[in-house]
């Protein structure tokens, strides 16, 4: 239920921002709102907060926030304090970054090495991505993980590539139990 309410919210945004053709400025302001929430927790439980009136959140969000992103993203806020949904504030702004990513054709990857890549590998990785899919840009964020042996993970949605060491010893191995002699 709250991934629905999380999508539907999101959704209403991300059709506000492609009809008034402010698709970068929202995904700017989305971006930087949910580090600025994600940092303040304090602020995550005065505006969840059960005996604090609305109306003296809606002004906290209208004071924190007036000058620094846009009004149409102040309405926005406004709206889910007012309909009592800040507790998913987290969750509606990584939907609507992600709609809008999608939007725009720009992917997310997540690549997890054995070792630390060089800027010349990561170079390799990414330009590797956007010759393989439909996207104009990609962000990777890059994870090391010794267990790995070898070889890379990559994740871009649903999707993930491994050609881990890990993986294709796990793999040969069952291959090999399954041999029956």
Known sequence: MAK????????????LAVEENKTALFLEE????LKVIRANAEFGQFMNHP????????????N??????????????VTIVAKDRYAGIEDILSEFIAEIK??????TAYVTTAVTLGDKEK????????????????????????SLIGGMVIK?????????IRTKLNKLQRELLAVQL
């Open 156 to 164: 871009m949605g649903d999707r993930v590539v491994d050609s881990s």
């Open 51 to 62: 005996k604090i009136q609305k109306e003296d959140k809606i002004e906290v969000v209208k």
């Open 4 to 15: 629905l309410i999380s999508k539907t919210y999101a959704q209403a945004l991300f059709e």
């Open 64 to 77: 924190v926030f007036e000058g620094r992103v846009s009004g149409e993203m102040i309405g926005f806020l």
């Open 123 to 146: 170079q390799d990785v990414e330009d590797r991505l956007l010759a393989t899919t439909k996207y104009k840009t990609i962000e990777c964020f890059y994870d090391v993980d010794a």
């Open 30 to 33: 989305a971006t930087e709102l």
């Open 102 to 107: 999608e939007h725009s054709n720009i992917g």
